[in-house]
């Protein structure tokens, strides 16, 4: 291949996310282009494949956030045209997207995850299961969070203090997935560690101005302080980034993702979740951490094509 | 080290300090995508325009008025598009002369224009509940108390209203002024009835009252019915508001006031803080429409398929909503407005709506105060007859299937379940059931 690549940056589609990911793709395709790279933005539907196919292109750079981008389905179809990609493989992305199984998976890796119920809609639809609702708050204690088993950016999550309000947060996280996740709300200092080619990358501390990091917190910007690195002590910071490499690996995710963790108050990490295609707006973390670490935004981008370059022969 | 990713916070107004990025508003980044059946934004259906028409007149705009065209003009707007708005409201039943008028860039300005002349942070101001989402917007961008009176199938309920400015009278306040949209209102789909707007202008002798009427449907009654306008009523406490996006394009956001002359003045000054005036490009085409081409004919163009469509989502919803839904019967407009059973979260729902390839504007949008979340709005106006009866059998699947999942969760006999079709009128007071209840507005961009 020339040093010169042919970028095809895919981004929005018929996600949820779609609108992050516009910003995320816009912002990556930008970058890649100042770099002096040919790249396109490519917004995802249903003649994906036939420009695919037509473009010529190198690679593709993954800019996609919500399902179809980021649980599998596009990587296999990458996979299936040849054409290399950034991120995590179809296998890696499909187990992280699934937050239930991917729990399940880190908690078998010897990485502290929440304790966890999952309720899915197929349990209240064909197994009664709302009279087991009661037990949830029983079995987990209280507060709880409650939030779709798949899918990012906090849609469809609540927290509940009482077990009155379980069942109207179990139903609007099942307006986002078919399955409802409910944690054990663990209280403590939210980071993020991101990984870049098996490297952990300064945490990230998360303190939302208000109540909590929902929707509004994450993409308005100065609606939430960032501190990088987090405020930890050593130990603490080496465990998070220790947690964080062990949930990935266990994932087999590659190139960049970003872990999602909790902080208790005895410096313990617990893992929330693993994001494979980390947004990379102005306000998302993975960019942050790669600043933290000297990598500039242009680099990190850069860094993804040359990624998915190297390890095209890996699939 | 602490990242500061809004380094400008500590300068902003309060007015923009608590703007917020909106779920919604990301949902609505999918909506206008092709597989998506969009009951959303209130677009009318410029398929019916005959644009070989407007291309002529837009060029001999250009040929004949070209210096004229690209040249600033003055704050009021061009005198002889006045003219002629003065006969577009003579035809709505709404005295006005050209020197009364202000043309806005579409009618949300006007309403802009309007509360930010009347309005100071916590001021009163009363609106039928649900009201315009763009009105709102406006509202809220000047940080009014927006206090809402409920409706039903007779529009505004003038006697809760009068019980509201009893209650404002104890606060020792008063409201600034009630906004009002009488005909086919949007989102709610209902009219003022005669007997109310009489009492309304009573109430606004009796009390004192100014009246922002928000004339944008006055023309599209299914059947060319005019209802009286408040501002034949009582001219001098009616400030009102028109908008051409309705009876020819929005695309020409061509808009006015016709306000009493104090008013008008001040108004003219604070538009030209905005944007010195209205592109005289767009005036004159405008104006060359109503003045060289049907432009009644267009209009009753638009009445008859907007008819046919909303006989067609009236049919479909009929036919395929589940019992406990219930909705408005529109006899012109572009909106129906759905209420749910209170376990549904409108807002929550949208994005399963989208996984489902249909789309509305969730209740929430239309209230000041967070109401709305067991209701939504349809528009009817843009989709085409065959898509709105896929969009609505695509609507009824998603609700029986939610209904079925609150029976399931809640349980069967849970007061959120209860059918709304016996409450009386238009309903939408519930703060809906769903953990997601946030997002407000102010606006999601959709008119
Ligand atoms: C009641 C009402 N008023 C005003 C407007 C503003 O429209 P425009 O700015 O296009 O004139 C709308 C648009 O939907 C509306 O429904």
Aim: net charge negative; glycine share 10%; charged share 20%.
């Amino acid at each position: 291949m020339s040093t010169s690549p042919h970028v095809a940056v895919l981004t929005g589609g018929m996600s949820l996310e779609r609108e992050v990911s516009l910003r995320s793709g816009t912002r990556i395709a930008t970058a890649l282009t100042e770099g002096g790279l040919a790249v396109e933005r490519i917004d995802v539907d249903r003649d994906l494949v036939a420009r695919l196919g037509a473009g010529g292109y190198d690679l593709a750079v993954l800019a996609l956030h919500g399902a179809a981008g980021e649980d599998g389905t596009v990587q296999s179809v990458l996979d299936l045209l040849g054409l290399p990609f950034s991120g995590s493989d179809a296998l890696a992305s499909a187990l992280a997207w699934n937050k239930p199984i991917a729990q399940g998976v880190y908690a078998a890796a010897g990485v502290r995850v929440p304790d966890r119920i999952v309720l899915s809609q197929l349990a209240f639809r064909e197994l009664g299961a709302s009279a087991v609702v009661d037990r949830v708050a029983e079995t987990l204690g209280l507060p709880l969070v409650v939030k779709p088993s798949t899918g990012g950016s906090s849609l469809g999550l609540s927290v509940v203090t009482t077990a009155a309000e379980l069942p109207a947060a179990i139903v609007a996280a099942l307006s986002y997935a078919e399955a409802a996740l409910i944690e054990r709300f663990v209280p403590g200092t939210e980071v993020a560690v991101t990984v870049l080619d098996g490297r952990a990358l300064p945490a990230v501390e998360i303190v939302p101005k208000g109540d909590r990091y929902d929707f509004a917190a994450r993409y308005t910007a100065g609606r939430t302080d960032f501190h990088v690195p987090a405020r930890l002590d050593e130990a603490a910071a080496a465990a998070c980034e220790a947690a964080a490499l062990a949930a990935g690996a266990a994932a087999g995710a590659r190139h960049l993702y970003r872990a999602d963790l909790i902080v208790d108050a005895d410096g313990a990490p617990w893992l929330l979740e693993i994001d494979t295609c980390p947004g990379m707006t102005e306000t998302s973390l993975a960019p942050m951490a790669a600043e933290a670490a000297g990598v500039a935004f242009p680099d990190l981008c850069r860094t993804l094509v040359d990624l998915a370059v190297r390890d095209r022969a890996a699939a | 080290m602490r990242l500061d990713t809004d380094p400008y916070l500590s300068r902003y107004a309060d007015r923009a300090r608590d703007l917020a990025a909106s779920e919604i508003r990301a949902l609505f980044a999918v909506v206008n995508r092709p597989e998506i059946v969009s009951f959303a934004g209130g677009m009318p259906d410029t398929a019916a325009m005959d644009l070989d028409a407007v291309a002529q007149l837009t060029a001999e705009v250009v040929r004949d008025h070209g210096h004229t065209a690209l040249q600033y003009g003055g704050g009021q707007g061009r005198e002889e598009l006045r003219e002629q708005l003065v006969e577009v409201m003579a035809r709505g039943g709404a005295p006005a002369t050209p020197d009364e008028l202000l043309v806005t860039v579409g009618g949300q300005q006007g309403l802009e224009l309007v509360a930010k002349c009347f309005v100071d942070p916590g001021d009163v101001v009363l609106a039928e509940g649900p009201t315009y989402v763009g009105g709102v917007g406006a509202l809220s961008s000047h940080q009014a108390d927006l206090r809402h009176v409920p409706m039903d199938a007779e529009g505004m309920r003038t006697d809760l209203l009068e019980e509201a400015l009893a209650a404002l009278k104890r606060e020792g306040r008063r409201a600034k002024y009630v906004y009002t949209i009488p005909n086919h209102q949007n989102p709610g789909g209902v009219s003022l009835s005669e007997e109310r707007r009489v009492h309304l202008a009573e109430l606004a002798e009796e009390h004192d009252l100014l009246l922002l009427e928000d004339g944008a449907y006055s023309l599209l009654d299914f059947e060319g019915h005019v209802g009286t306008s408040l501002r034949s009523l009582v001219p001098d406490r009616v400030v009102y508001v028109g908008t051409m996006s309705k009876t020819f394009a929005p695309g020409v956001r061509t808009g006015w006031i016709a306000a009493p002359t104090p008013v008008r003045e001040r108004l003219v000054v604070l538009r030209e803080a905005a944007d010195l005036c209205p592109g005289n490009l767009t005036q004159l085409v405008v104006e060359r429409w109503l003045t060289t081409q049907p432009w009644e004919a267009q209009v009753k163009e638009y009445r008859a398929l907007y008819a046919e469509k909303a006989r067609t989502m009236l049919d479909a919803l009929e036919a395929e909503m589940p019992a406990e839904v219930a909705w408005t019967r529109p006899s012109g407009g572009m909106f129906v407005w759905l209420t749910v059973p209170r376990g549904i979260d409108t807002s929550a729902l949208l994005a399963k709506a989208i996984v489902n390839r249909v789309a509305y504007v969730p209740g929430r949008g239309f209230f000041g105060d967070g109401q709305g979340g067991d209701a939504l709005r349809l528009c009817f106006s843009y989709a085409s007859v065959e898509r709105i009866r896929e969009g609505v059998g695509r609507l009824a699947e998603l609700l029986q299937g939610e209904l079925a999942l609150l029976r399931d969760v809640f349980g069967a006999d849970a007061p959120e379940l209860a059918g709304r079709r016996d409450e009386p009128g238009i309903t939408g007071g519930g703060q809906g059931g769903g953990g997601t209840s946030r997002d407000p507005g102010p606006g999601w961009g959709v008119a």
